[in-house]
């Protein structure tokens, strides 16, 4: 995978430095291949076997598609992965969670064998006394050589410091 930037969850910023970024693009990730194997993969896991998913010739004869496509769920379940590679981390945090999300869309489907990447803005950033650091994040991930998005969504994260160093 090619690096976009060389910001990730191992660079670590202080909650100032992170703050600063509040409505700013804070990483754009590395790019992702989709493939047959993983979409089958996804299928198993989720029990998902919708055939426009991991049934090829059926898609071709029965749909607009020219190939399978992902689920939109996978899209999403590889954020965390994308964010990995472009996001940093905030300094002094022991752990982070994922919290959910305020809204999401599938927008357009991922056809196999496609590449796709995260972009993660930084919308709201605030902290509690208790050392609970919640960050919410405008997200969406892109198609190669595609302009409309893929899955556009307000993600919300969790990270958690000792209360005396924040």
């Keep these: 995978m090619n690096k976009v930037n060389n ?11 992170l703050k600063s970024k509040v ?12 493939n047959q194997t993983m979409i089958d993969q996804f299928a198993s896991l989720t029990q998902d076997h919708f055939f426009i998913h991991v049934d090829p010739d059926r898609v071709v004869k029965e749909t607009p598609f020219t190939s399978t496509i992902a689920h939109g769920f996978l899209s999403v379940s ?11 981390g905030i300094k002094d945090a022991h752990f982070g969670l994922n919290y959910g999300f305020n809204r999401m869309r599938f927008v357009s489907p991922v056809p196999v064998n496609s590449r796709i990447r995260g972009n993660f803005s930084l919308k709201e950033m605030d902290k509690k006394e208790t050392g609970e650091i919640t960050m919410v994040f405008d997200v969406f991930v ?12 307000e993600w919300i994260t969790k990270a958690y410091v000792k209360p005396q160093a924040t």
């Design 7 to 17: 910001e990730g969850a191992l660079t670590r910023n202080s909650y100032a430095e």
């Design 23 to 34: 409505g700013k693009k804070v990483g754009v990730s590395e790019w992702f291949n989709v």
């Design 78 to 88: 590889m954020l965390s992965a994308m964010s990995y590679t472009c996001v940093p």
């Design 142 to 153: 892109e198609l190669e050589n595609q302009e409309k998005p893929v899955v556009v969504a």
